[in-house]
Structure formats: structure tokens, C-alpha cells
């Protein structure tokens, strides 16, 4: 089992920036995924930016320039530093971890779930 603890969420104001962290624990494979998610009310969860433990980076084209994700394996942490926020990012932002084993390449080996952090933007 992986636990997943997000923080860093808050009220800022439109322009300005965040950033987000994510500490998992547990049954980290050192093969893995780590992404950022959000869900803004009434629409679906989507991927915001992915990193794996390799350090190649995937990022949604809407927040690419704005945001950076990075993370510290030693640490087991991923981050997402959101600059010129907009009032569209608006939402619950979702850490997520993917095992594969042996490789990137191979199928998941098991998904986890943070339980979220709230971003609001205020124009």
C-alpha cells in the first residue's frame, strides 16, 4: 500500500502562485509515476502534469509555461509549482502514484490516490 498526503492548497489571488507538495510512503516501487490531477466542480478529473522517476515530464497544454512539477526521490515528494494562476485552475488538485515493475514500460502495478487539496483563484 502507498499513502499519499498533499499540501500546499489555498487562496491566491489571479496572477499570482502556489505550490503544491505530495508526500507518499508505503510500497514505492523505485520504477513509479507521480502526477498531479484536478477536478474544477461540475467537471471531470483531469491530468495536469506527470513526472516519472526517471525525471521525464508530461504537462497538460493549458497550464504548460505556467506550472513546473518536479520531485525529490529521496524524499519520496513530488511538487507542482503553479505561477500566473488563473481563475480556471480552480480546483481540487489530486497527487497520484503509479508502482510498474520492472520497468516504466510495463503495465501498472498499482494506483494510489492523495485525498486532495483545494486551490481557488480570486480574480
Known amino acids: 500500500q502507498v499513502q499519499l498526503v498533499e499540501s500546499g492548497g489555498g487562496l491566491v489571488q489571479a496572477g499570482g502562485s502556489l505550490r503544491l507538495s505530495c508526500a507518499a510512503s508505503?510500497?514505492?516501487?523505485?520504477?513509479?509515476?507521480m502526477a498531479w490531477y484536478r477536478q474544477a466542480p461540475g467537471k471531470e478529473r483531469e491530468l495536469v502534469a506527470s513526472?516519472?522517476?526517471?525525471?521525464?515530464?508530461k504537462y497538460q497544454d493549458s497550464v504548460r509555461g505556467r506550472f513546473t512539477i518536479s520531485r525529490d526521490n529521496a524524499l519520496n515528494t513530488v511538487y507542482l509549482q503553479m505561477n500566473m494562476l488563473e481563475d480556471e485552475d480552480t480546483a481540487v488538485y489530486y497527487c497520484?502514484?503509479?508502482?510498474?515493475?520492472?520497468?516504466?514500460?510495463?503495465?501498472?502495478?498499482?494506483?494510489?490516490w492523495g485525498k486532495g487539496t483545494l486551490v481557488t483563484v480570486s480574480s
Open positions: 497520484k502514484l503509479e508502482n510498474h515493475q520492472p520497468t516504466i514500460e510495463s503495465p501498472p502495478a498499482g494506483t494510489y
Open positions: 508505503g510500497s514505492i516501487f523505485s520504477a513509479n509515476i
Open positions: 513526472i516519472t522517476s526517471r525525471g521525464t515530464t
